[in-house]
Protein backbone atom coordinates (compact mmCIF):
# COMPACT_ATOMS: atom_id res chain seq x y z
CA UNK A 1 0.00 0.00 0.00
CA UNK A 2 1.24 3.70 -0.62
CA UNK A 3 0.55 6.56 1.26
CA UNK A 4 1.03 10.41 0.42
CA UNK A 5 0.86 13.26 2.37
CA UNK A 6 0.98 16.43 1.00
CA UNK A 7 2.36 19.82 2.83
CA UNK A 8 3.19 23.66 2.19
CA UNK A 9 -0.28 25.06 0.79
CA UNK A 10 -1.52 28.27 2.09
CA UNK A 11 -2.63 31.83 0.83
CA UNK A 12 -0.74 33.79 -1.41
CA UNK A 13 -1.15 36.65 -2.86
CA UNK A 14 -1.01 37.14 -6.67
CA UNK A 15 2.44 36.78 -7.47
CA UNK A 16 4.09 35.43 -5.16
CA UNK A 17 5.51 31.84 -4.23
CA UNK A 18 4.29 28.57 -2.56
CA UNK A 19 6.01 25.37 -2.19
CA UNK A 20 4.27 22.12 -2.42
CA UNK A 21 5.76 18.65 -0.91
CA UNK A 22 4.21 15.34 -1.38
CA UNK A 23 5.97 12.68 0.91
CA UNK A 24 5.46 9.34 0.11
CA UNK A 25 5.23 5.88 2.56
CA UNK A 26 4.83 2.47 1.41
CA UNK A 27 5.97 0.32 -1.75
CA UNK A 28 6.94 2.90 -3.88
CA UNK A 29 8.83 1.46 -6.78
CA UNK A 30 9.77 3.33 -10.50
CA UNK A 31 6.52 5.20 -11.01
CA UNK A 32 5.98 8.77 -12.18
CA UNK A 33 4.88 11.13 -9.64
CA UNK A 34 3.15 14.12 -10.06
CA UNK A 35 0.66 16.99 -8.82
CA UNK A 36 -2.96 17.63 -9.91
CA UNK A 37 -5.01 20.20 -8.90
CA UNK A 38 -9.11 20.96 -8.70
CA UNK A 39 -10.74 24.08 -8.31
CA UNK A 40 -14.25 24.63 -6.99
CA UNK A 41 -16.84 23.33 -9.85
CA UNK A 42 -14.06 22.04 -12.28
CA UNK A 43 -12.85 18.29 -13.22
CA UNK A 44 -9.38 17.58 -11.44
CA UNK A 45 -6.50 18.34 -13.90
CA UNK A 46 -3.11 17.32 -14.09
CA UNK A 47 -0.31 19.61 -13.01
CA UNK A 48 2.97 18.40 -13.71
CA UNK A 49 4.59 14.46 -13.53
CA UNK A 50 8.01 13.83 -12.71
CA UNK A 51 9.53 10.25 -13.96
CA UNK A 52 11.91 8.06 -11.54
CA UNK A 53 14.36 8.97 -14.06
CA UNK A 54 13.71 12.86 -13.72
CA UNK A 55 12.24 13.15 -16.73
CA UNK A 56 9.62 15.74 -16.21
CA UNK A 57 6.33 17.27 -18.02
CA UNK A 58 4.13 20.05 -17.07
CA UNK A 59 0.56 21.72 -18.15
CA UNK A 60 0.75 24.36 -20.54
CA UNK A 61 -0.66 26.71 -18.11
CA UNK A 62 2.18 26.50 -15.62
CA UNK A 63 5.54 26.52 -18.16
CA UNK A 64 7.61 28.63 -16.93
CA UNK A 65 5.71 29.16 -13.25
CA UNK A 66 5.58 26.10 -11.35
CA UNK A 67 8.91 23.44 -11.51
CA UNK A 68 8.43 19.94 -10.14
CA UNK A 69 11.63 18.00 -8.41
CA UNK A 70 12.34 14.92 -6.94
CA UNK A 71 14.77 14.71 -3.93
CA UNK A 72 14.42 10.54 -4.09
CA UNK A 73 11.59 7.77 -4.60
CA UNK A 74 9.77 9.34 -1.91
CA UNK A 75 9.66 13.00 -2.05
CA UNK A 76 8.58 15.39 -4.71
CA UNK A 77 7.99 18.67 -4.45
CA UNK A 78 6.36 21.64 -6.90
CA UNK A 79 7.79 25.13 -6.84
CA UNK A 80 5.45 27.60 -7.92
CA UNK A 81 6.03 31.10 -8.50
CA UNK A 82 3.94 34.12 -10.55
CA UNK A 83 0.78 32.46 -8.78
CA UNK A 84 -2.82 33.73 -10.30
CA UNK A 85 -5.77 33.48 -8.60
CA UNK A 86 -6.64 31.16 -11.19
CA UNK A 87 -4.15 28.52 -9.38
CA UNK A 88 -6.61 28.49 -6.64
CA UNK A 89 -7.68 24.97 -6.15
CA UNK A 90 -6.92 21.92 -4.26
CA UNK A 91 -3.39 20.41 -4.99
CA UNK A 92 -3.16 16.40 -5.32
CA UNK A 93 0.09 14.17 -5.31
CA UNK A 94 0.10 11.48 -7.43
CA UNK A 95 1.75 8.13 -7.50
CA UNK A 96 1.36 5.65 -10.81
CA UNK A 97 2.08 2.80 -12.01
CA UNK A 98 1.18 0.71 -14.83
CA UNK A 99 -1.05 -1.35 -12.51
CA UNK A 100 -2.63 1.18 -10.78
CA UNK A 101 -2.20 5.19 -9.07
CA UNK A 102 -2.61 6.90 -5.56
CA UNK A 103 -3.95 9.90 -4.09
CA UNK A 104 -2.68 12.25 -1.31
CA UNK A 105 -5.70 14.01 0.38
CA UNK A 106 -4.68 17.56 -1.12
CA UNK A 107 -3.42 20.66 0.02
CA UNK A 108 -5.53 24.26 -0.71
CA UNK A 109 -3.70 26.62 -2.27
CA UNK A 110 -5.10 30.40 -2.12
CA UNK A 111 -3.66 33.57 -4.45
CA UNK A 112 -5.91 36.37 -3.82
CA UNK A 113 -5.48 39.29 -6.40
Known amino acids: QVQLVESGGGLVQAGGSLRLSCAAS???????MGWYRQAPGNQRELVAT??????TNYANFVKGRFIISRDNAKKVYLQMNSLKPEDTGVYYC?????????WGQGTQVTVSS
Open 26 to 32: GSIGGGN
Open 94 to 102: NYATWARQY
Open 50 to 55: ITSGGS
